[in-house]
């Protein structure tokens, strides 16, 4: 009963380690791919990034200049506005020397037909000019403070936004130990699978 087998001749041990080998060679082979794909967008990134830093940003730069320098000269002109508007309210009127007026030979006048006034009242508004509104706002202003000159800016609080505020640096401590016990438990459980 001696039926020979083909299989029999065959190492086994031989064709497990050439599929590893090819099956290794194209993980490799996928690895490197992948690495390659990464690097180009990581390379895109970078040169979008430069792009904008040399493109973009000097215009925006430009244009935020440009926008301080007419705000600068607009609240320049209305401190000079309102400084020249107090300075003639200060100012008192003085009398000058004017020339009497010399004798001329004037024509006769004629009749013309002018018509008689009415008795209509004319009613005066209270509502001031956007000026006048804000030279009255500047004078305020200085009246209130008085000889005390430019204000010190005070301090205030910081604004109680953000992640941490809420937690405060218990709960950061508390956050980053629980952060440490899910490493050394998944490091564990890695280690205790493999």
């Avoid at 508004?125 to 202003?141: F, G, I, N």
């Amino acid at each position: 009963m001696g039926m020979t087998n083909d299989f029999d001749d065959l190492d086994f041990e031989e064709m497990d380690m050439e599929e590893d080998t090819s099956s290794e060679e194209e993980g490799n082979r996928t690895f490197l791919i992948v690495v390659g794909i990464l690097g180009g967008i990581l390379l895109l990134a970078l040169i979008a990034i430069a792009a904008y830093a040399v493109i973009i940003l000097p215009g925006r730069e430009g244009a935020q200049q440009t926008q301080v320098a007419a705000i600068n000269a607009t609240n320049t002109a209305i401190v000079v506005y309102s400084e020249q508007t107090a300075e003639a309210k200060q100012a008192e009127p003085t009398s000058t020397n004017t020339p009497l007026p010399t004798a001329t030979s004037t024509l006769e006048p004629t009749a013309t037909s002018t018509p008689l006034p009415t008795d209509t009242p004319v009613l005066e508004t209270d509502t001031p000019s956007p000026e006048t509104a804000t030279v009255s706002a500047l004078l305020t202003a200085q009246a209130e403070e008085g000889e005390e000159g430019t204000p010190e800016p005070t301090a205030t609080s910081l604004p109680d936004t953000g992640f941490a505020d809420d937690l405060g640096v218990p709960g950061l401590l508390a956050l980053a130990g629980v952060l440490l016990v899910v490493i050394f438990l998944s490091r564990r459980l890695r280690s205790s699978s493999a």
